[in-house]
């Protein structure tokens, strides 16, 4: 059995979210799994009403929920947490403030992790700045192994599959091996020099080095403020589903042949500074995840380079502004 945790869970992504993973959508339809939900005492009443309706919906895999606003008892024997809660940054606030409010709640969670989730607990931070929450999460959990802490860039991965998608009219599930390198905000940089359609490579399917180097990234890495001004909220079912996949790679292992795009903490590859979390190309197997390198890496152009560059200085920038918030 599975017990997982979820922070922020009456929210938008936690309320998509908790029924995908408790219909087996996370883990596969053979796995029972215990929800344990946290949210803050605010959110207490919107919480419980998201467990009855999770007692409602008769999950057949659902073997129990939890549902608290008590760090400790949502972390207590988790093997699986997924980190949506967090502060939004709202009108007047500087980045710095939000940057402020996300370490110290990041702090909490990780030193609740650390000492009562179950040993070889996976983490998947969700909340935003996520790569840098992913890092405030590792440096107060320093006895979580540093490949147990990953965060969510699976969501742009899956836009950069859709976009090729629908240029090209054909099945998402035909598209493979895009990359999204960096952070998750709009310095990532989506990459398709190695990605595939039913074997074919992108770049020679679409013969638009324009539109390849500049309309498809700037819309990947703009997606989610499209969807807000369309919405006026923020992507959700999106986001849960993506959750779901970088889990379900992460713990069942990805395809052959296939990578997908995880934050994980950097070993330097590909020249990216080490001590970042940044979104690599990985694969899955047994549990574990390893970046792409085959025999001697990726070819990376000189254009991406300056992509890979650019978005590991802003990672190194909010690593900064996160530390000047410790002290
Ligand atoms: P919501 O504001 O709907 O939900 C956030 C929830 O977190 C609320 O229920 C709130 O009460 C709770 N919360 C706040 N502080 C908490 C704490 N200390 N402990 C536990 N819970 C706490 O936001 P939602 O739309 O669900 O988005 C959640 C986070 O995901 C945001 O930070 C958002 O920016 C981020 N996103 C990240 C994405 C990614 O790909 N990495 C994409 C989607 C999303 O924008």
């Not at 869970?9 to 996370?26: E, H, K, T």
């Not at 690599?280 to 995840?289: D, K, L, S």
Request: hydrophobic residues 40%; contains cysteine; glycine residues 8%.
């Amino acid at each position: 059995m599975f017990e997982r945790d979820f922070s922020g869970f009456s929210g938008q992504i936690g309320y998509a979210l908790v029924p995908m993973v408790a219909r087996g959508v996370m883990l596969g339809a053979d796995q029972p799994v215990i929800l344990h939900m946290l949210d803050i005492p605010p959110a207490a009443e919107a919480l419980n009403g998201v467990k009855m309706e999770l007692v409602d919906a008769a999950f057949p895999l659902l073997k129990g929920v939890v549902a608290t606003t008590d760090v400790i008892e949502a972390c207590t024997g988790v093997s699986i947490a997924v980190m949506v809660g967090g502060f939004p940054r709202k009108e007047g606030m500087e980045r710095k403030d939000v940057m402020s409010k996300n370490v110290s709640i990041y702090k909490s969670q990780a030193s609740a992790l650390e000492k009562h989730a179950a040993a070889n607990c996976k983490v998947l931070v969700v909340a935003n700045p996520a790569n840098t929450n992913a890092l405030i999460l590792k440096e107060f959990a320093p006895s979580i192994p540093e490949r147990n802490i990953t965060c969510l860039t699976r969501l742009d991965h899956n836009r950069a599959l859709g976009q090729i998608s629908e240029r090209l009219n054909v099945q998402v599930s035909d598209v493979k091996n895009a990359i999204i390198w960096g952070n998750h905000s709009s310095s990532q940089y989506p990459d398709v020099n190695h990605a595939t359609v039913a074997g074919k490579p992108v770049k020679q399917l679409i013969n638009d080095d324009a539109w390849l180097s500049g309309e498809f990234i700037a819309t990947v890495q703009q997606r989610g403020a499209a969807i807000i001004k369309a919405r006026k909220l923020s992507s959700a079912l999106s986001a849960a589903s993506s959750a779901c996949d970088h889990i379900r790679d992460w713990v069942l292992g990805t395809p052959e042949g296939t990578w997908v795009s995880m934050g994980v903490y950097s070993d330097g590859s590909y020249n990216v500074p080490a001590g970042l979390i940044y979104s690599f190309p990985v694969t899955c197997r047994n549990g574990e995840w390893t970046i792409v390198q085959g025999k001697s890496g990726l070819s990376i152009d000189e254009f991406s380079r300056k992509k890979l560059d650019a978005t590991a200085e802003e990672l190194s920038e909010e690593k900064a502004l996160a530390y000047s918030c410790l002290s």
